[in-house]
């Protein structure tokens, strides 16, 4: 079975949609929210074409070197972004964010990679950068949740036990709801892939749990990791 080709002209379909929500930003006067859209679709764009281009140079490689370069550079972009939610001390709490997210992230995906793939070569990119780019982004995700809600609880005069609890919690639940979800409500992207390329359902059923298995777990720890770093650290502006 051949994945069914898609030309410009129909890839631009995909965007009326997007253009629709848009639209509606502008129509309710929330202009800065539709520019924010519109730059982070231009964005988007820009970052998948020069990712696609780069990819076909990657994953013909067979240095070791250039594919922890590449996974190197996703963990650090993914532990600042991590920290969007907490402006005022984003440089501040970077280190704790990226020991959070890499110890995390690169543990699970060994795991993953030599225990349940075997993956041959070990830095085979094929494997490796799809799956740390899905590691990293739930970790990144997951931090990023804990450290607004950690700080938001903090300020309201929550205690300090109690706060990091509401925020480890307020954490996984996109993931916990993905999983509830799973199945029933969708079929994740990877798994509808793999089955679009002509793998058997049952084979990228598997595959999916690996994922779900892979995301819960490394969500959940770096969560868990940020929180024990940042214990009662209180929110100060970094330029005052």
């Known amino acids: 079975m051949e994945v069914a080709y898609i030309s410009i002209p129909a890839l ?7 253009a629709v ?6 129509a309710w006067s929330a202009r800065t929210d539709g ?18 281009y780069l990819l076909n140079y990657i994953f013909d490689t067979d240095s070791s070197v250039v594919v922890a370069g590449v996974l190197s550079f996703m963990l650090v972009a993914a ?14 709490l970077l280190l704790p964010s990226l020991v959070a997210i890499g ?5 699970v995906l060994a795991l993953i990679t030599q ?8 830095y085979n990119p094929r494997y490796m950068l799809p799956l740390g780019g899905m590691v990293f982004a739930g970790s990144m995700n997951a931090v990023s949740l804990a450290a607004e809600r950690y700080y938001s609880e903090l300020s309201s005069g929550t205690e300090a036990k109690s706060a990091r609890l509401h925020a480890f919690q307020a954490s996984l639940i996109p993931v916990t709801n993905s999983m509830f979800a799973v199945g029933l409500v969708s079929l994740p992207g990877m798994m509808t892939g ?16 690996v994922v779900m298995c892979m995301l819960f777990g490394a969500a959940g720890i770096s969560a868990a990791a940020f929180l024990v770093l940042n214990r009662a650290k209180p929110l100060t502006d970094e330029h005052s």
């Open 12 to 18: 631009s379909v995909a965007f009326l949609p997007v």
């Open 21 to 26: 929500v848009v639209a509606i930003f502008y």
């Open 35 to 52: 520019n924010t859209a519109i730059y982070g679709l231009l964005r988007m764009l820009l970052q998948l074409l020069l990712v696609g």
């Open 79 to 92: 532990s600042w972004i991590a920290l969007r939610t907490v402006p005022l001390q984003r440089r501040s």
């Open 103 to 107: 110890v995390s992230s690169l543990t």
């Open 115 to 122: 225990g349940v793939l075997q993956v041959e070569p070990w």
């Open 194 to 209: 793999q089955i679009l390329s002509g793998i058997s359902p049952l084979i990228a059923a598997r595959y999916q749990i």
